[in-house]
């Protein structure tokens, strides 16, 4: 695709209930971000994937956040058991990465706006 | 572990001037890169400039540019002839060729007419 794209852009849901946010990164991009966003504030790394290799999830906050990449392409962000500080803006970004090694720029998507009430 | 510091929370210019926003970091790596980014009130998040860190040349895009000092770890973006699409939440990020970045706090700067 032309860009990265995130669905939905916005989710209102109840404490307690399961959610899963999308990214769809730009196509050839091997790496794949998921970052937390509080409004006004800097990002917070939650998770990386790199080709096949194991994702990096040092930066979920709890066992109630999981992501997955299927096919080295989309990816799902859950979190279960939603609690009001899970309120933020979730940033999904992808880069490439050269043969020869090299961090490439990260493109962001627009993000998903969660709201727990 | 590395660590970004933006240690300016919020700054503002007039139009048409230049400002300078700041950027420390603390790595071990000696193969790394630094990045700019802004983000609009629209929120996303776009590049503005990178570095490599084996570059002694400093970086410039049109109005903006870096001022990299590899041995004090600084790597500050100027911006010049300020516009009020400048307007944004600018982010200072480092990465490695292991993937990981780490971003600042950022720094909210207005443009002001």
């Known amino acids: 695709g032309a860009g990265v794209s995130q669905s939905p852009s916005n989710k209102v849901t109840e404490k307690g209930k399961d959610v899963e946010l999308r990214c769809d990164p730009i196509?050839?991009?091997?790496?794949l971000y998921w970052y937390r966003q509080s409004l006004g504030q800097g990002l917070e790394f939650l998770i990386y994937f790199q080709g096949n290799s194991a994702p990096d999830k040092s930066g979920l906050p709890s066992d109630r956040f999981s992501a997955e990449r299927t096919g080295g392409s989309v990816s799902t962000l859950t979190i279960q058991r939603t609690q009001q500080e899970d309120s933020a803006v979730y940033l999904c970004a992808s880069s490439a990465q050269l043969a020869g090694g090299g961090k490439q720029t990260q493109y962001f998507g627009p993000g998903t706006r969660l709201l727990v009430l | 572990a590395q660590t970004v510091t933006q240690s300016q929370p919020e700054m503002s210019v007039q139009e048409a001037e230049t400002v300078t926003l700041s950027c420390t970091y603390d790595?071990?790596?000696?193969?790394?890169?630094l990045f700019w980014y802004k983000q609009p009130p629209s929120r996303q998040m776009i590049l503005v400039i990178r570095?490599?860190?084996?570059?002694?040349q400093n970086a410039t895009e049109n109005r903006f540019s870096v001022n990299f000092q590899k041995a004090a770890k600084s790597f500050s973006l100027k911006i010049s002839d300020s516009q009020l699409g400048d307007t944004a939440m600018y982010f200072c990020a480092f990465g490695t060729n292991a993937g990981k970045s780490t971003f600042g706090d950022g720094t909210t700067l207005t443009v002001k007419p």
């Open positions: 570095q490599e860190a084996y570059k002694q």
């Open positions: 196509s050839g991009h091997t790496a």
């Open positions: 790595t071990s790596e000696n193969n790394y890169y």
